[in-house]
């Protein structure tokens, strides 16, 4: 198993800037995809972006081109650079962490675009 923990999520205008952290501790040799989901109210929990051991990458398609995901050489942090926020943007971002074992996640971190 591992622990995640989410940090920098807020409240930022669109047009502007977040950049969420995922800190992970635990059995985090034997991850092999990381990413991030987001789930607004009402809705279900959808893949934001993905980055798959081997170097493959998946956004969703209303990301693409304005957010990046991203790891520390350690791979026990990934990031998520999002900008050009919109306020369909706007979501509960969970971090994370898939293996053969298990499927965990982060606590969540609230973003939430003004108009």
């Known amino acids: 198993q591992v622990q995640l923990v989410e940090s920098g999520g807020g409240l930022v205008q669109a047009g502007g800037s977040l950049r969420l952290s995922c800190a992970a501790s635990?059995?985090?040799?034997?991850?092999?995809?990381m990413g991030w989901y987001r789930q607004a109210p009402g809705k279900q929990r959808d893949l934001v972006a993905r980055l798959i051991t081997g170097g493959n990458i998946d956004y969703a398609d209303a990301v693409r081109g304005r957010f990046a995901i991203s790891t520390n050489k350690a791979r026990n942090r990934w990031y998520l650079q999002m900008n050009n926020l919109e306020p369909e943007d706007t979501a509960v971002y969970y971090c994370?962490?898939?293996?053969?074992?298990?499927?965990?996640w982060g606590q969540g971190t609230q973003v939430t675009v003004s108009s």
């Open positions: 994370n962490a898939v293996s053969t074992a298990y499927n965990n």
């Open positions: 635990g059995s985090i040799g034997s991850i092999r995809a």
